[in-house]
């Protein structure tokens, strides 16, 4: 309950346009700041997004002894792998396992318009590799046949490249081939969009290999991924393991645990660097206002109602840039493709990151405001009255 | 004497969490334990226990064993939210020598080495079913992975020859103990 006589609101949002100048700048100053901590947000956001739709709760991932965090590494025999499938805790409708043999690599690829390769990753598929991967949709185009390959919706971003270069009909060259892209596929954010799959035994021929690297599947209802994970284990002539696919990209973003704290950590050092832009700013406007917030405490207004004012104009400010940059942010920031090592995401300026960003920018115009209130209200009336 | 009272919680805490004379007090009696682990876990060591590699190697299905080895052989050995884990021969040497307890995957030996120095052990119920329990809680061992065990049970062979031991009773070798006799080993 507040038990003094408050200026009027309107005096504060008045205030603001007595000095449009310098109202502008500090706005933009502070929509430069949230719009960044936007920036930060959405790719810690679009990185979390990316791992965590990528893992189904109902895929299990079967790969080689000791490669639980580096599939790409993994390397089953076809045998072994057909033993895995065969069993009862995996899906079946209609005589059609729900298994998907998948060889996966990074691997240099060259687009028609390339001079020099660059770092892509394939995926060896079979046509059940839908059935497993449901997030996964084709787009445009078709299922690849020979020779040709289906490219992800982040696929030319991971590769550096425009849209454009992998468009339907052009020819991308991997592994000593020429693919042709035969449709583009999307994936509901996942990891799997920054891919290139082809058919698994195309790949197989070109990399001269008759293994697998992970072998994907569905469970039965009523089975779990420890189910597989025992049958594999007491196989041991298998020297395969079984992981939960949520499980296989936990530990991805365990992995990525570092490059979100140090984002979090930028999202700090940049509010910060907002605060004490926002306090320079205020204490420019405050020191300037001096006469008048000493006629207003002759007026009889007292010294915490002049500075719950001044605390106004800077949430006022504050709350206008938020918006702006929210704006931006959503037009130009959101949907963003950023290549990383693992492949692809895009920035996502979602729910946590308008809250976290509008957030910081009105905390920003609160304690950006406070201290020069606070420092306009210590000195003397008549000081303030006499001073030029 | 008031001064001092305040270092009573302190005291009391640090009494708490000192280790008792006997580790198979623990091991046995801990707080938050399985109400089936006392029909599992032996409070001495089982004599003439055989290593994993010897009992692959003459095991038959059936044949009553007793086999030491280190809980291991893969990143997870222990399956989750099973009574189930797997053991390697205790001549298997960690990656960087002196950290057997950290070091349980063996990955640098490389996959074949380890499959044939492994074996399987499960907990079973009158079915044959494995416990739907996990073996850390069944057997009050929360860092059950790098562990030394003895276990007594049923040997299993399946037609590709792997071994997996229905297990009994099971001993956890303390690890002051392990330590203590690995370093008196040539």
């Known amino acids: ?388 | 004497m008031n001064r001092w009272l305040f270092l009573a919680p302190v005291l009391f805490l640090v009494g708490c969490g000192q280790s008792s004379s006997d580790p198979l007090d623990k091991i046995a009696y801990g707080p938050g334990q399985h109400p089936d682990s006392f029909k599992y876990l032996l409070g001495s060591e089982p004599a003439d226990a055989k290593d994993v590699i010897a009992l692959r190697g003459d095991a038959k299905d059936g044949d009553a064993v007793v086999v030491v080895g280190r809980v291991g052989g893969s990143k997870q050995p222990v399956i989750k939210g099973r009574a189930a884990f797997t053991i390697v021969d205790l001549s298997l040497k960690p990656c960087n020598p002196g950290d057997e307890e950290e070091c349980f995957d063996f990955a640098c030996l490389g996959k074949e080495k380890v499959a044939k120095a492994s074996a399987m052990v499960k907990f079973v119920d009158g079915q044959d079913k494995t416990l739907n329990v996990d073996a850390h809680q069944l057997l009050n061992a929360p860092q059950l992975e790098g562990q030394i065990v003895v276990v007594r049970g049923v040997a299993k062979r399946d037609e590709t020859n792997n071994l997996t031991i229905q297990a009994n009773q099971i001993y956890l070798r303390p690890k002051q103990v392990v330590k203590a006799t690995e370093s008196a080993q040539p």
């Open chain 1, 1 to 388: 309950m507040i038990l003094f006589r408050l200026l009027p609101w309107e005096y504060g949002v008045r205030n603001l346009f007595r000095r449009p100048g310098r109202s502008v700048l500090t706005l933009g100053a502070l929509t430069l700041v949230v719009l960044l901590v936007f920036v930060v947000v959405g790719f810690v956001r679009g990185l979390e997004t990316s791992l965590a739709v990528s893992g189904d709760p109902r895929v299990v991932l079967v790969h080689s002894l000791g490669a639980s965090e580096t599939v790409e590494y993994s390397s089953i025999p076809m045998g072994h792998a057909a033993e895995v499938w065969s069993t009862s805790w995996v899906q079946r409708r209609y005589d059609t396992t729900y298994a998907s043999p998948e060889l996966y690599l990074g691997t240099r690829m060259q687009t028609e318009a390339d001079d020099q390769p660059t770092l892509g990753l394939a995926r060896g598929v079979k046509p059940a590799a839908l059935l497993v991967r449901r997030q996964v949709q084709i787009v445009e185009g078709r299922w690849p046949e020979a020779g040709e390959v289906l490219v992800g919706r982040l696929a030319a971003v991971k590769l550096g490249r425009s849209d454009d270069a992998l468009a339907i009909g052009k020819t991308i060259q991997f592994e000593n081939r020429t693919w042709k892209v035969s449709g583009k596929f999307a994936a509901q954010g996942s990891a799997f969009e920054s891919e290139i799959w082809c058919p698994l035994e195309d790949l197989q021929q070109a990399m001269k290999r008759q293994d697998i690297s992970v072998l994907a599947l569905t469970l039965a209802p009523g089975a779990t991924a420890a189910d597989l994970d025992e049958f594999c284990k007491e196989r041991v002539n298998l020297e395969v393991e079984a992981t939960a696919e949520t499980a296989y990209y936990a530990s991805l973003q365990k992995h990525y645990g570092p490059v979100r704290w140090l984002a979090w950590l930028m999202v700090f050092l940049i509010a910060g660097a907002g605060v004490f832009a926002g306090l320079n700013t205020m204490y420019g406007a405050v020191v300037g206002r001096v006469r008048e917030l000493a006629t207003l405490q002759t007026l009889g207004f007292l010294r915490r109602a002049i500075a719950l004012s001044l605390v106004q104009e800077g949430t006022l400010l504050a709350a206008a840039a938020s918006l702006t940059a929210a704006l931006l942010a959503l037009l130009f920031i959101n949907g963003l493709a950023i290549r990383f090592t693992m492949g692809a995401f895009v920035l996502r300026i979602d729910s946590v990151a308008l809250a976290v960003g509008c957030g910081t920018g009105l905390i920003l115009g609160m304690v950006g405001a406070l201290p020069p209130a606070l420092r306009a209200m210590r000195l003397p009336v008549v000081d303030g009255l006499k001073a030029v």
